[in-house]
């Protein structure tokens, strides 16, 4: 059995997504513009949630640059953690190059 994957294409432009917008909520249906346009019926409908909640019409769902901060702050997240890690490991190495360095010279 094989499974195929579903075709990936770069971002529609966004002034695109802004007209396709424009004709959903002017009253054309969904199903008429997927048919006529190449998005799916889906995709034509999350735009119209996310431009209606960027609109100030909807609060169930995150604004654009809400999610955009949210995407910037798990990012500068991750590479705080990172950060972390290595100076955990740094000055664990140093703690161990100190004490070795401390064995040594009270021997003499």
Same mark, same amino acid.
């Given at each position: 059995?094989?499974? $195929?994957? @579903?075709?990936?294409?770069?971002?529609?432009?966004?002034?695109?997504?802004?007209?396709? $917008?424009?004709?959903?909520?002017? @009253?054309?249906?969904?199903?008429?513009?997927?048919?006529?346009?190449?998005?799916?019926?889906?995709?034509?409908?999350?735009? $119209?949630?996310?431009?209606?909640?960027?609109? @100030?019409?909807?609060?169930?769902?995150?604004?654009?640059?809400?999610?955009?901060?949210?995407?910037?702050?798990?990012?500068?997240?991750?590479?705080?953690?990172?950060?972390?890690?290595?100076?955990?490991?740094?000055?664990?190495?140093?703690?161990?190059?100190?004490? $070795?360095?401390?064995?040594?010279?009270?021997?003499?």
């Amino acid at each position: 059995m094989e499974i $195929v994957m @579903g075709k990936t294409r770069p971002p529609y432009p966004a002034d695109f997504r802004e007209q396709i $917008v424009a004709l959903a909520r002017s @009253g054309r249906s969904i199903a008429e513009l997927a048919r006529e346009f190449e998005p799916s019926e889906q995709t034509i409908r999350n735009w $119209v949630y996310q431009a209606d909640r960027d609109d @100030g019409k909807r609060a169930d769902i995150l604004s654009t640059p809400e999610r955009e901060e949210i995407r910037r702050l798990r990012k500068e997240n991750r590479r705080l953690r990172q950060e972390r890690e290595i100076l955990s490991k740094a000055a664990a190495w140093f703690a161990r190059e100190t004490d $070795v360095t401390n064995e040594r010279s009270s021997r003499s």
